[in-house]
């Protein structure tokens, strides 16, 4: 009875002192080899696991360069980093570009033409999209001109819908794609040049040029003899065609004037001046080939109007 509370009063390291000396702690030789052998076993695993992770490291690492490598060389990873670096000195401008008044007017007579890549057919009559179309090349445009500091209208009119809706024929496609050109005009006095966006139905080996390894598809620029602004729109096109020959050698086509007096359609160039139709590229390019090639015609707007200050 007096030992057990005498060891009650103990405190915690005394009763472990007391343990200590009671039961010298001296282990087996068959204890020591045991627990070494278990440790030695234990780092291998260890080792083993830090080799496995180091080696699936080294796997991921190569297998994420060889996408990135791909991307690069052969996804248009140049073009993506090439934009990005040209207009890195250009980005601040964009948030202001909106605020300034615009200069260029954007729009597709024939809204729908679209590529064989994109409609699913081989048959250019029937090359039409009601999304994957000419309306993104205008969009293009229009965005390239932005990042160059050129506030632009890009009017996304559905003229092919409202044709069906009022039952008019194809060939009055400008009649109705003029109605939103003219009150841009009347409303935007700052509007110094125009564009309507086609694409041609030539083969391929027609609108595409390879220039500096990409394929870019060709342009030409269409005039209207039947306008009251013929002279100065012909004179607006040799402009654009002579820039782009200088930069980019054999991606114009040239100034094309349509001439057929009697029923020769305007496509609304008798509006305003500087009014000119682009057909970039045909049926067999690409959406991509086109942006290419847009973002050119940006290059050149933006020095003709730099030109004129």
Not at 113 to 139: C, D, M, Q, R, Y
Not at 147 to 174: A, Q, R, V, W
């Amino acid at each position: 009875m007096m030992q057990r509370r005498f060891l009650e009063m103990q405190t915690d390291k005394e009763l472990f002192d007391l343990i200590k000396e009671t039961y010298p702690l001296n282990p087996s030789t068959d204890f020591v080899l045991d627990t070494s052998n278990k440790l030695r076993q234990t780092a291998r695993k260890l080792n083993r696991k830090r080799r496995i992770k180091k080696f699936s490291f080294a796997s991921i690492s190569i297998v994420i360069c060889a996408i990135a490598m791909s991307w690069f060389f052969f996804f248009g990873g140049t073009d993506v980093l090439n934009n990005n670096h040209k207009n890195l000195g250009k980005g601040y401008m964009s948030s202001s570009v909106n605020e300034q008044e615009p200069l260029v007017y954007i729009y597709q007579s024939h809204n729908t033409e679209s590529f064989f890549s994109e409609s699913k057919t081989k048959e250019p009559n029937n090359a039409f999209h009601e999304t994957k179309n000419i309306t993104l090349v205008g969009e293009r445009l229009c965005q390239s001109l932005k990042k160059s500091g050129i506030n632009s209208i890009h009017d996304e009119t559905n003229i092919t819908k409202i044709l069906i809706e009022k039952g008019l024929p194809f060939s009055d496609s400008y009649k109705v794609s003029r109605k939103p050109l003219e009150d841009a005009i009347v409303n935007n006095k700052s509007i110094k040049m125009v564009f309507d966006i086609h694409r041609d139905s030539r083969k391929r080996s027609d609108t595409t040029i390879e220039l500096n390894g990409k394929d870019y598809s060709r342009i030409a620029f269409i005039v209207s003899s039947s306008s009251i602004n013929s002279d100065e729109n012909v004179k607006f096109a040799e402009i654009l065609h002579e820039k782009i020959e200088k930069k980019y050698p054999g991606l114009s086509r040239g100034v094309i004037v349509k001439q057929n007096l009697k029923k020769q359609n305007t496509y609304n160039q008798d509006v305003i001046e500087n009014s000119v139709l682009l057909e970039i590229g045909g049926v067999e390019n690409t959406l991509q080939e086109e942006y290419r090639t847009v973002d050119v015609i940006a290059e050149v707007i933006e020095e003709i109007l730099k030109d004129e200050k």
